[in-house]
């Protein structure tokens, strides 16, 4: 069936260095949604990516969908404590609203 | 958001037993939807309903119920919960009708069940 993997499960980075996770699917998504959950809350809804190639930039944050439609990436640039959080994909393919999440990528930044 | 709340936010239970949680929502969506979350699987869909009349098995229906009571409220029941239950339990819902709507998380409800 239809599966979204995301790659790293954990990072553990510096602050001020930079972070992505990558998402992949195997097959075509009509959309990807990126949402970011902190320490104790629920996901949030970050941005949202459709078309072919698409880059959209939110401040320090750059989310791109692959020409195939098939992956996606998050990159944080300058990591602030701010950042910690995991960050989950999301195919939201299906015409009846459901998202299929990827596992996630949780990042801790050292202060 | 504080448009979705959910009840209760934390419970403990024994096996065997059987709890409801609950959620409700002021942002007038049509669709709602229960997911749980485990360490390292994200979010896996239980149930959805696209209204009071129409509910819908998601990945991993079997051993939960749900029930539409109203537009605004959706609660997700387990009739004899076990230990593999034990997770963090979120609803959600959604505009209908356009496949680029997003969805509204609600604050989650820790389950353990000893």
């Known amino acids: 069936g239809q599966q979204v993997m995301q790659i790293p499960q954990y990072q553990h980075v510096q602050e001020g260095e930079d972070f992505t996770t990558y998402c992949n699917s195997s097959t075509t998504l009509s959309n990807i949604q990126w949402y970011k959950q902190r320490p104790g809350g629920h996901p949030v809804f970050l941005i949202q990516l459709v078309k072919s190639g698409e880059v959209k930039k939110q401040k320090r944050l750059t989310f791109q969908f692959g020409e195939a439609k098939k992956n996606s990436s998050l990159h944080i640039t300058a990591t602030q404590t701010t950042d910690v959080g995991t960050y989950f994909c999301?195919?939201?393919?299906?015409?009846?609203?459901?998202?299929?999440f990827g596992q996630g990528t949780t990042l801790q930044v050292k202060p | 958001d504080a448009d979705v709340t959910q009840t209760p936010r934390n419970r403990i239970t024994k096996t065997g037993k059987r709890i409801m949680l609950e959620c409700s929502q002021t942002k007038g969506h049509d669709r709602m939807y229960w997911y749980r979350q485990d360490p390292g699987l994200g979010l896996r869909l239980i149930y959805y309903s696209f209204d009071v009349k129409d509910i819908n098995k998601g990945e991993i229906s079997d051993g939960y119920s749900v029930s539409r009571q109203a537009q605004a409220k959706f609660s997700l029941s387990l009739e004899s919960a076990i230990p593999n239950q034990t997770a963090l339990y979120f609803c959600?819902?959604?505009?209908?009708?356009?496949?680029?709507?997003?969805?509204?998380f609600g604050p989650g409800t820790r389950l353990t069940v000893l």
């Open positions: 959600a819902t959604r505009a209908g009708g356009f496949v680029t709507d997003t969805q509204y």
């Open positions: 999301a195919d939201g393919s299906s015409n009846t609203g459901k998202l299929i």
